[in-house]
């Protein structure tokens, strides 16, 4: 397929190199199965990533700069789930991110058995937790969720590393500079 293979002596994992974004939408098991389901779930996983990306920032976008796009009830809504509630959307947005990263990390250190369940009732107890406690906004915890939902279909750790950091400049350029921070970052992507 044009690549060059780097085989080191005494372990076990090769290198193919250069690696393409399409390399990571396409996995091993694409090529054993039929062409229809594969095209299907190519196209889910190239959502799946554009969800991971994009919602937080759209979100933090659209309700804290440009809340005209919205439509007033939708707009009502998520402020009286906002309610009470004593930090900004921004910082909201970074502490579940965070901890949403603690949990994918910790599920990865942890054995199979164990990890999976721990991080499954982890995010829930502190999700319930936090809402609870008036802390965190239940929208905010919709919207981390399915963002960080999204990026588990990868498991290859350069794109995982990629869509974390990705994920914070689009979170922090769309917090203060509203839809233009999420198109500048949009923009960005491929130059870096």
């Keep these: 397929n ?10 076990p994992q090769g290198i193919l190199i250069p690696a393409f974004f399409k390399d990571y939408i396409h996995t091993i098991d694409d090529y054993y199965q039929n062409e229809k389901n594969v095209t299907v779930t190519r196209i889910i996983r190239l959502i799946a990533f554009i969800l991971s990306l994009i919602i937080p920032g759209l979100y933090l976008a659209l309700t804290t700069f440009n809340q005209e796009t919205l439509p007033i ?14 930090f900004p959307s921004f910082i909201e947005a970074i502490i579940l991110w965070v901890t949403f990263e603690i949990l994918r990390e910790a599920d990865t250190r942890v054995p ?11 995010a829930l107890v502190l999700g319930q937790a936090a809402v609870e406690a008036g802390l965190i906004s239940p929208i905010m915890i919709i919207v981390i969720a399915i963002s960080s939902v ?29 839809l233009y921070g999420l198109f500048i970052s949009i923009l960005l992507q491929p130059l870096l």
Excluded: C, H, Y
């Design 150 to 178: 999204a990026s588990f279909l990868f498991s290859d750790n350069d794109i995982v590393n990629s869509i974390r950091i990705w994920k914070l400049i689009f979170i922090i350029l769309s917090s203060f500079v509203g």
């Design 112 to 122: 199979f058995v164990v990890g999976s369940s721990m991080s499954i009732v982890g």
């Design 2 to 11: 044009g690549k060059i293979a780097i085989i080191t002596e005494n372990t």
């Design 73 to 86: 009830s939708l707009l009502i809504n998520f402020s009286i789930q906002r309610e009470g509630v004593p």
